[in-house]
């Protein structure tokens, strides 16, 4: 995940727009039930590593999701992946950090969006930090305030009196190659990196609406699903 933009209120739905940024070709799933374990639990799923990006517990409302970061960008042999800390959040909301070893993780923001609060972690490879965030619209990215994101774009999205309008906002532009893009695509080494998956996410107690695309720079191709 490399954007994310929140909008909160106290005992109202929590409003997001999610941007996933990763390697083309990386399969994935698109938000679903995928984790036995935590059957009230929909989001994407990695199918390389089984994890998830973005994922909310239903009967809570309660929404995670995580950023790479730079500082620490390869783990330590046998670490954790990133892509469990979402569930874990959504399972044990603030005190998650009691239930994983985070020593040889690569570096992350994590962001846990609830009717009540909203609180992002920040780890950079040896110390966690955490902020809540006062109600209101905010944006956070994987490169932190360095990578311009929240200075090009975060007034408009604080402006849009709906959060209907958000994926036209982040489509506007298109893709580029671009650090402060909120669409990218990047090649590299010959590879490319690309926002391959675009969500907006409207959450409350016992509700889940969903509207997403795997081509989200073309309005026409996002489809809303509803969790009740």
Same mark, same amino acid.
């Given at each position: 995940?490399?954007?994310?933009?929140?909008?909160?209120?106290?005992?109202?739905?929590?409003?997001?727009?999610?941007?996933?940024?990763? =390697?083309?070709? %990386?399969?994935?799933?698109?938000?679903?039930?995928?984790?036995?374990?935590?059957?009230?639990?929909?989001? *994407?799923?990695?199918?390389?590593?089984?994890?998830?990006?973005?994922?909310?517990?239903?009967?809570? $409302?309660?929404?995670?999701?995580?950023?790479?970061?730079?500082?620490? %960008?390869?783990?330590?042999?046998?670490?954790?992946?990133?892509?469990?800390?979402?569930?874990?959040?959504?399972?044990?909301?603030?005190?998650?950090?009691? @239930?994983?070893?985070?020593?040889?993780?690569?570096?992350?923001?994590?962001?846990?969006?609830?009717?009540?609060?909203?609180?992002?972690?920040?780890?950079?490879?040896?110390?966690?930090?955490?902020?809540?965030?006062?109600? $209101?619209? @905010?944006?956070?990215?994987? $490169? *932190?305030?360095?990578? *311009?994101?929240?200075?090009? @774009?975060?007034?408009?999205?604080?402006?849009?009196?709906?959060?209907?309008?958000?994926?036209? =906002?982040?489509?506007?532009?298109?893709?580029?190659?671009?650090?402060?893009?909120?669409?990218?695509? @990047?090649?590299?080494?010959?590879?490319?990196?690309?926002?391959?998956?675009?969500?907006?996410?409207?959450?409350?107690?016992?509700?889940?609406?969903?509207?997403?695309?795997?081509?989200?720079?073309?309005?026409?191709?996002?489809?809303?699903?509803?969790?009740?």
């Amino acid at each position: 995940m490399c954007t994310v933009v929140v909008r909160w209120a106290p005992h109202a739905p929590v409003l997001l727009l999610a941007l996933r940024d990763e =390697l083309v070709g %990386r399969p994935f799933d698109d938000p679903g039930r995928w984790w036995p374990e935590q059957p009230q639990a929909v989001g *994407g799923r990695d199918q390389v590593a089984g994890g998830t990006w973005c994922v909310t517990d239903v009967p809570t $409302g309660s929404t995670a999701l995580v950023l790479n970061r730079p500082q620490r %960008r390869v783990a330590a042999q046998g670490a954790p992946s990133r892509g469990v800390l979402p569930l874990l959040a959504v399972r044990h909301g603030g005190g998650w950090p009691a @239930h994983l070893e985070l020593a040889g993780m690569a570096s992350f923001a994590l962001v846990l969006a609830s009717p009540d609060a909203v609180t992002v972690w920040e780890f950079d490879g040896a110390r966690l930090t955490s902020s809540p965030l006062p109600p $209101g619209t @905010h944006m956070v990215t994987s $490169g *932190g305030a360095e990578d *311009g994101k929240v200075d090009r @774009h975060l007034r408009d999205f604080v402006a849009a009196d709906t959060a209907e309008l958000w994926p036209g =906002l982040a489509a506007r532009d298109g893709e580029q190659d671009d650090l402060s893009a909120l669409l990218v695509r @990047h090649r590299s080494d010959g590879s490319t990196w690309a926002t391959v998956f675009g969500q907006l996410l409207k959450a409350q107690p016992g509700r889940l609406a969903i509207s997403s695309s795997r081509t989200p720079a073309m309005a026409q191709t996002w489809e809303q699903r509803t969790w009740p």
